[in-house]
């Protein structure tokens, strides 16, 4: 397997899991005044990264959640932020323009922030009440799977979170064995489908911002592959009709609630393209992981296999990963 | 210019202007009780055309609005839901099947609905509390305007209300000739590039909802056109990096307050691309309505804009904007 290392898998997974103690304070903490709302804001993957999060507070609990982003909220302003509620904030350089001018933002109304940062000493860091500074550590879904289980939990909706919690140890070996699992199917999909001239992604729930950002910060940024994702409900409402034989289609499937979704786009889409890919999360074993929990984890499970997807096209194409045309390169931000 | 009438659109927008009284009059039963949440549900380019609503509630108010996918929301689940809540759904059919689940899940909750519908005596209309039936009314988004418009009066929000509301008297006779001075540019648009194989949508705010429907549901479903939409914030987050010199892009700038996230978008794709077309609202004269209303009012003008696309496109294409491949014709829904 190209660029794949699985100790170093493993050794980036325990970064963040061996801060477990780290995390769940500040859930203590954030838990230790009342709140009214969880509100996430980021801008571009770092949304779509914190998005299935939302979801799953929506589906187990009834705390108050919103989501904005980050250009939209500092212009459009949302209503119902007071200076009790609480904003999670992502970004890895922890200076993305947009986003710390929403931290400024709710700053302004008292707002206590929660951000997520790849490195230290960012300007993000420095407005925020409590900060993770992930560095290596991946994935940085796992920061939040700790620090709202938790947050459920102190809340009385997640009475398993312990438990839950304690089977997460395993996970960063079994997201290793996942991409071993997935690397046969990815390289064939990559060489069968790197130069196709359209690419339609989909995926529901908690897989929707997968499908929305994979194809957008990955394909479309570090491969300038031509992407179109909808969500699997909206499909019908306007793609379905772009469906031929040739028109190249690839599907998410979550194990969340949202399943059945996918499964009406896996339905219809295998009769009308030839061009079908669906990367199913129920595919994939995870030892050491109880069944009850794989609902939960669809978003870490997919971004292991895409992963391969990435590791092998940039060396099919000959395009690193790393190439931008634009990209933070010029005055526009 | 081919698929106009200018008197049939002045009557089908009178058609709906003329029950100004009975939609305020929804209004004023709506607030007779109080209200924990306006929320929004509906799928496809419904849900897409009652969105800019949220968004002007949640600039211009304090009041709390959330809005789901209906197919989402039968799945997932709403927690903010509850039986003071009130539920504004919309299909032109009257029995779209994810928007009807959603009314009865909604209605299970005690939640009152307020329906627009095409068609009378539908099934959507007999599950609601209120419901609004346009029949040929264009557009159905001034239903909303004075719908919402009221609310936002009623609760304090709004007090200029009633001299807007005065004022969209003559409004239909202004997108009449918006019309005409869009047409031109528009028969070129069409013409120039009916068969480029991508086209990026942009828009932003209270049109957002406009470049990914009228990308989705019109070109999409109805000409067979591969799109991607996406916002103006979200446009640097991956996409930007597709432009090219021969990279179709299209953008809609609004007159709301996200407008200079869409001149953002202007300044960049001026220079990276030579296909470039801005449909700009700040360019139709609307006789009869004052400019500090203007900025409320882009989705209809951009919708009677690309209208003259939709009208012109299908004789160019000769591809009628009725053929469906498989859009209600299956077995899928």
Redesign the interface.
């Known amino acids: 397997m190209i660029n794949f290392d699985e100790a170093v898998i493993r050794e980036n997974y325990q970064f963040i899991y061996a801060q477990r103690d780290r995390i769940e304070a500040i859930a203590d903490q954030i838990c230790a005044d009342e709140f009214d709302l969880l509100f996430f804001t980021s801008?571009?993957?770092s949304m779509a990264m914190m998005q299935p999060f939302q979801?799953y507070?929506?589906?187990y609990?009834?705390?108050?959640?919103?989501a904005m982003?980050?250009?939209?909220l500092v212009?459009?302003?949302?209503?119902?932020i007071t200076s009790h509620s609480i904003a999670f904030l992502t970004s890895k350089s922890g200076d993305t323009p947009?986003t710390l001018k929403a931290a400024q933002y709710l700053k302004e109304r008292g707002v206590r922030l929660v951000s997520v940062i790849g490195i230290p000493d960012s300007p993000l860091e420095a407005i925020s009440d409590y900060s993770f500074i992930y560095k290596d550590g991946r994935p940085q879904e796992l920061v939040f799977y700790l620090l709202i289980g938790k947050i459920l939990e102190i809340k009385g909706y997640f009475p398993d979170y312990k438990s839950f919690a304690d089977e997460l140890g395993s996970l960063g070996s079994a997201l290793a064995q996942v991409r071993i699992q997935a690397d046969e199917a990815c390289i064939s999909y990559a060489k069968k489908y790197c130069r196709e001239?359209?690419n339609i992604w989909i995926g529901?729930?908690d897989l929707w911002p997968t499908a929305y950002?994979y194809s957008?910060?990955v394909l479309?940024?570090?491969q300038?592959i031509?992407?179109?994702s909808?969500?699997?409900?909206?499909f019908?409402?306007?793609?379905?009709?772009?469906?031929e034989d040739d028109v190249c289609v690839t599907l998410l499937l979550t194990e969340g609630?949202?399943r059945?979704?996918d499964e009406?786009v896996k339905?219809?889409a295998q009769k009308?393209t030839n061009k079908l890919t669906c990367f199913d999360c129920r595919d994939y074993a995870l030892p050491g992981i109880s069944d009850r929990y794989r609902p939960l984890l669809s978003p870490m499970i997919m971004a292991a296999v895409l992963q391969r997807i990435s590791k092998n096209i940039e060396v099919i194409t000959d395009h690193s990963l790393d190439i931008?045309?634009?990209?933070r390169k010029?005055e526009?931000?």
Chains 1, 2 share one sequence.
């Open positions: 801008s571009g993957g979801h507070i929506n589906h609990s009834p705390i108050p959640t919103d982003l980050s250009a939209d212009l459009t302003g949302c209503n119902r947009d001239p359209y529901s729930g950002s957008m910060c479309e940024e570090s300038w031509r992407t179109k909808v969500s699997s409900p909206e019908f409402h306007g793609t379905l009709e772009l469906l609630v949202t059945p979704l009406k339905a219809f009308h931008r045309r634009y990209y010029g526009y931000s």
